[in-house]
């Protein structure tokens, strides 16, 4: 069966960077898209952008440009997002997620992995 | 950037009822590539419909989804006491994939 396992919760100074994992297991990594989507405290949804993780090819919301980076490493089947110069409304749980595969060039996010809480506090 | 509005922000019902969320776009989502997700406190989003009508695996037939253009609607026929939970609708169809702001479905 499909699982996203996120690492676990962080807390950061402003200023700092933090990296969050997502293994993935039971399909073919390389083979679907992963995204990030975070959610503040008591807050919606917000996509962050996504990985191809067969390319190494990376579309980030214009928000984030210049503060996240997107990566994988396809030997242990695990995507990273790494967000920097962080800030106190950067605090959220941080969400990876697997884009489906459809005929069209984009899809719907089917799997999600747990959440990952990041806390930005001085 | 494609704009969802999501009404009512919150719904209060009882069990057994019918629930209609409804869920605006800014400008027309291509190719109905609509999604509806469920949120229960403490966890993941969990999908429920994509391509604005069609149910993901495992999904309970009392849920529909409807629509196209910029007007899109989630129905839960029958309200059971698990369906009690924040619905997000998402566009996919182009960047930024943005979301709506959620409605609240709680128990009156």
């Known amino acids: 069966q499909v699982q996203l396992v996120q690492s676990g919760a962080e807390v950061k100074k402003p200023g700092a960077s933090v990296k969050v994992s997502c293994k993935a297991s039971?399909?073919?990594?390389?083979?679907?898209?992963m995204h990030w989507v975070r959610q503040a405290p008591g807050q919606g949804l917000e996509w962050m952008g996504w990985i191809n993780p067969n390319s190494g090819d990376t579309h980030y919301a214009q928000k984030f440009q210049g503060r996240v980076t997107m990566t994988r490493d396809t030997s242990i089947s695990t995507a990273y997002m790494e967000l920097s110069r962080l800030r106190s409304d950067d605090t959220a749980v941080y969400y990876c997620?697997?884009?489906?595969?459809?005929?069209?060039?984009?899809?719907?996010?089917?799997?999600w992995g747990q959440g990952t809480l990041v806390t930005v506090s001085s | 950037e494609i704009v969802l509005t999501q009404s009512p922000g919150t719904l209060s019902l009882s069990p057994g009822e019918r629930a209609t969320l409804s869920c605006r776009a800014s400008q027309s989502v291509s190719s109905s590539y609509l999604a509806w997700y469920q949120q229960k406190p403490g966890q993941a989003p969990r999908l429920l419909i994509y391509g604005a009508s069609t149910r993901a695996t495992g999904i309970p037939d009392r849920f529909s989804g409807s629509g196209s253009g910029t007007d899109f609607t989630l129905t839960i026929s029958r309200l059971e006491p698990e369906d009690f939970a924040v619905y997000y609708c998402?566009?996919?169809?182009?960047?930024?994939?943005?979301f709506g702001q959620g409605t609240n479905v709680e128990i009156k």
């Open positions: 997620a697997r884009e489906d595969i459809c005929s069209s060039t984009s899809c719907y996010l089917d799997y």
């Open positions: 998402q566009q996919y169809g182009t960047s930024p994939r943005t």
């Open positions: 039971g399909y073919t990594f390389t083979g679907y898209y």
